[in-house]
């Protein structure tokens, strides 16, 4: 992709706009991958204050550029950290209400938000077998929710193959009136456009579309109906120091190639 500021790839378009949502004195539960490069390029720009969680248990962990964690179970993933819970101990800090935002990915997603990480196909014979829930559902229950990921129909569809983390899940109150009570969907960041969700239906919406994109393109590329309005806006494409930021983090491109 190439902009006024110069050429990034659509991983690094994704961290970037990813990394503007979050703001300053949040807690947020990151997953791995571009959740944890995004959560770590706000601390170094905008939002210092910023308190990242891993689903290992890690409170406040120091990211070490050219060094990034695989996993968020892995040992790098607690250098300097300001504190160690056991994995049942961090969750609790859901359900107490200390976490603000939860920043992940996953395989498919649908217009009420709903996420799959579990399984492509029918349940007793999937045609592939995805990583699963591990914190998913405990974190899109009990926190507002950020998704990132590429836009393709293949992964924005009608309905998804199994609620494994739950958005607005069959629209309107739907989510209130089945327990969850906390949260909700808030924005998915994806490499065409920044998308929310209508407040009455549940509905995912196009707030802007990134440099470039025009809402035919977005449509293409999603199966289902989005709610595109007559004066949705456009992103700022990423700056230099965002992107020489990102690359700094993360210059073996593990996450951003």
């Known amino acids: 992709m190439t902009t006024e500021t110069g050429n990034f790839t659509a991983s690094e378009l994704l961290c970037v706009m990813s990394s503007r949502v979050l703001e300053e004195g949040q807690v947020v539960f990151a997953g791995v991958g571009i959740p944890i490069l995004a959560a770590t390029l706000a601390q170094r720009l ?7 969680l891993f689903e290992g248990g890690i409170i406040g962990p120091h990211v070490v550029p050219g060094e990034l964690p695989p996993t968020t179970n892995e040992q790098r993933a607690s250098r300097r950290a300001n504190m160690i819970l056991g994995i049942t101990e961090v969750l609790l800090l859901l359900q107490r209400g200390y976490v603000d935002v939860g920043f992940m990915g996953g395989a498919q997603i649908d217009q009420y938000g709903n996420l799959n990480s579990s399984f492509i196909g029918p349940a007793d014979s999937p ?9 998913g559902n405990d974190i899109a229950s009990l926190t507002k929710m ?11 569809v009608e309905k ?32 065409l456009a ?4 209508e407040e009455e239906s549940g509905r995912m919406m196009v707030l802007e579309l990134h440099p470039g994109v025009t809402p035919e393109r977005v449509r293409e590329n999603t199966g289902f109906e ?5 004066d949705v806006g456009v992103t700022e494409p990423p ?16 996450y951003i190639a």
């Open 160 to 191: 998804v193959d199994f609620v494994t983390s739950p958005g607005y899940l069959t629209g309107g109150t739907s989510r209130v009136d089945s327990g969850l009570v906390a949260g909700g969907m808030h924005r998915v960041v994806t490499d």
């Open 226 to 230: 989005l709610i595109i309005g007559p």
């Open 239 to 254: 700056t230099d120091e965002e992107l020489a930021a990102l690359r700094h983090l993360d210059p073996d491109k593990v």
């Open 127 to 135: 045609s592939v077998r995805l990583p699963g829930t591990g914190g």
């Open 194 to 197: 920044m998308l929310g969700f």
């Open 46 to 52: 905008h939002a210092p204050g910023v308190t990242i």
């Open 146 to 156: 950020i998704v990132a990921m590429p836009q393709e129909k293949r992964r924005f």
